[in-house]
């Protein structure tokens, strides 16, 4: 069952078992602890039997070590006391188990193995801790690159109707979550081993105070089911929270410039403080219901230690170091109960994040783009780029965005597309990349059909460059490099000469080796449009698309970039897009597209 699904039947059955009461409660943990399940399960999966088989002996290892330590104490107190007897003398499955082990029931001898125990039991919780922190870090690294890689390798259709922000915040805020949570799932097991040893111990001392114990610790857990529901439902709303805040801050960075220009400060603060404020209420009403629990247990806990100490003591009259020892299991089992609650509601406030990243990985692994083993030197551009007929719609039984579209994009030529706003030239750029796929008609380079399988190799053989230029705040060199990490010098220069960038890039202080700036703030926009150019060309594509790289220059730099594209006629197949194509004097061809449809071509 998915968990959008669980959380659907678990909030229709509230009005219609209310009228049981109790019934209630008990389908809500369980549903909980089911949902836990499946978090640990998800967890799992990202973890090697090897390491998990590990992890279990340290956990089993470290229980065993403390659960001997707490059999020598009663041996130990037996020695100490003159009241109580020899040493030999019969006292109880204890000093049988402390005999059986070979130890001699002597001061020295229970001092000795006292003291072994201890620092065995020491040494394994230090490495088990070291263990557990070393696969925590593992598994979330796993999880990250998992889920990055997903993403990255999804097909273009898809990524365009996600917000970057929940993709952002399923990376960030949401596999820390996760983090927490295998701290968690990871503690649970031993916590319980830590319990049972604990429990074992109890029960050779006192069997029937024990029995009564585990009743009453069963009660407390019962007191405090409604948390464990409560702790999955604040958990789904901490996640809505995270998106609406990453969403905030992320569109607050990418207009701050609109901002400022319109004085609207004041509205991006308040708006961010609600997220913010929306983000606080969710973790306050999860630490609210997770100190309530911890408060319940606490008082009821001490009350049924202090009544079992008395039972001891002065009812079943038993000896004095039977006595101390069992109020210090007791004493530790209590905040060991505590914490293996906690570590439940935990794990259901996280597991939500643990969805969210689940069902976005199989959303992104169904639309996983093919892969083909050609290589990018199988293609070739001689004869051209063909349309025949091609229509594409964003959505099913939707209206097509480009319709019946044919044409040729002959190789080595510079086309030239316009069209109004909204006309669909975008999109038929995205058609010509790979990026998209027809809803109907077929595209061909050379006599090879471009399909699903063989989009991603084709796009290793274009370059596209944006209306906006985006270069990372880094050198011109590594900026350039992305497109070609092997680049010479030679190439690079090559590239800026091509692309009218070198006369500006000579003048500065750095040259090549000048940082640009946050998104190339350091340069002018035809500045910034050159550079994008001229890595586009140290590509050396086959086909070089070109989304209306001058709509936002003034007319001497859209001249210089139009020169630089001029002029690599014949060089590569070349597509641009623009709002003046009587400003591009050598165009092969020029191509208007209104409404989705091709008027006209010369």
């Known amino acids: 069952m998915k968990f959008a699904e669980l959380i659907s039947q678990i909030r229709l059955q509230v009005p219609i078992m209310t009228a049981v009461g109790g019934s209630r409660s008990l389908l809500s943990a369980l ?241 961010f403080a609600g997220a913010i404020d929306e983000v606080k209420d969710n973790f306050l009403s999860y630490l609210r219901s997770h100190t309530n629990a911890r408060l319940i247990q606490e008082i009821a806990g001490a009350a049924a230690v202090a009544m079992f100490l008395w039972t001891a003591a002065t009812q079943l009259h038993m000896p004095m170091a039977e006595v101390l020892v069992l109020s210090l299991i007791l004493y530790r089992l209590l905040p060991l109960l505590q914490s293996l609650q906690q570590d439940a509601q935990q ?53 097509e965005s480009v319709s019946d579209v044919s044409f040729i994009l002959p190789g080595g030529t510079l086309t030239v597309l316009f069209g109004h706003s909204g006309s669909g030239k975008s999109t ?4 010509i990349s790979g990026l998209l796929r027809p809803s109907r008609g077929k595209i061909w380079i050379d006599e090879r059909e471009l399909t699903d399988e063989r989009a991603q190799t084709w796009r290793t053989s274009i370059a596209y460059v944006l209306q906006e230029p985006f270069l990372f705040h880094d050198t011109i060199r590594a900026n350039l490099l992305i497109a070609k990490p092997n680049a010479t010098q030679s190439e690079l220069r090559e590239a800026l000469v091509c692309s009218r960038a070198a006369t500006f890039v000579d003048a500065l202080p750095d040259g090549i080796d000048t940082i640009v700036g946050d998104r190339g703030n350091r340069f002018s926009g035809g500045e910034r449009q050159r550079l994008a150019l001229a890595r586009a060309l140290l590509r050396r594509p086959l086909l070089l698309v070109l989304d209306e790289p001058t709509s936002s220059l003034d007319e001497e ?19 641009l897009v623009t709002h003046h194509p009587e400003r591009v004097r050598s165009a092969d061809q020029i191509l208007q597209l209104e409404r989705g449809r091709l008027l006209r071509g010369q």
């Open 428 to 431: 038929l750029l995205d058609l």
């Open 31 to 271: 549903d909980a602890m089911r949902e836990g399940a499946r978090l640990w399960r998800f967890l799992l999966e990202y973890t090697s039997v090897r390491q998990v088989l590990i992890a279990s002996a340290l956990a089993l290892l470290g229980s065993l070590s403390e659960g001997f330590t707490l059999i020598l104490l009663v041996p130990l107190l037996r020695l100490l006391d003159p009241a109580a007897g020899s040493a030999g003398e019969p006292g109880g499955a204890s000093l049988r188990i402390v005999q059986f082990l070979g130890i001699q029931p002597s001061l020295g001898g229970v001092l000795a193995a006292f003291i072994c125990l201890t620092v065995a039991r020491s040494l394994i919780n230090q490495q088990r801790t070291l263990y557990f922190c070393a696969l925590r870090l593992d598994v979330v690294r796993n999880i990250r690159i998992a889920l990055y890689s997903s993403i990255a390798r999804s097909n273009w259709s898809f990524l365009r109707k996600i917000r970057r922000t929940d993709l952002l915040s399923a990376l960030t805020a949401e596999s820390d979550r996760l983090d927490s949570a295998l701290i968690c799932s990871f503690e649970m097991p031993a916590r319980i081993m830590l319990i049972g040893a604990h429990v074992f111990v109890a029960f050779l001392i006192a069997p029937v105070l024990t029995l009564l114990a585990l009743a009453t610790g069963s009660l407390l857990a019962w007191l405090v089911r409604d948390r464990l529901i409560e702790s999955l439902q604040i958990g789904e709303s901490l996640s809505q929270a995270y998106k609406h805040f990453y969403h905030q801050v992320s569109e607050f960075l990418l207009g701050l410039k609109i901002t400022k220009s319109y004085g609207a400060e004041d509205q991006h603060v308040t708006a």
């Open 557 to 575: 730099n859209e001249q210089i970039v139009l020169d630089g594209i001029e002029g690599l006629k014949g060089r590569m197949t070349m597509i």
């Open 347 to 399: 794990l259901l406030h996280a597991a939500p994040a643990a969805q969210t990243i689940l069902k976005l990985l199989e959303a992104c692994t169904n639309a996983r783009e093919l892969s083909h083993d050609e290589a990018r030197g199988h293609y070739s551009v001689q004869q051209g780029i063909r349309f025949e007929h091609v229509g594409f719609s964003h959505e099913q039984n939707a209206e």
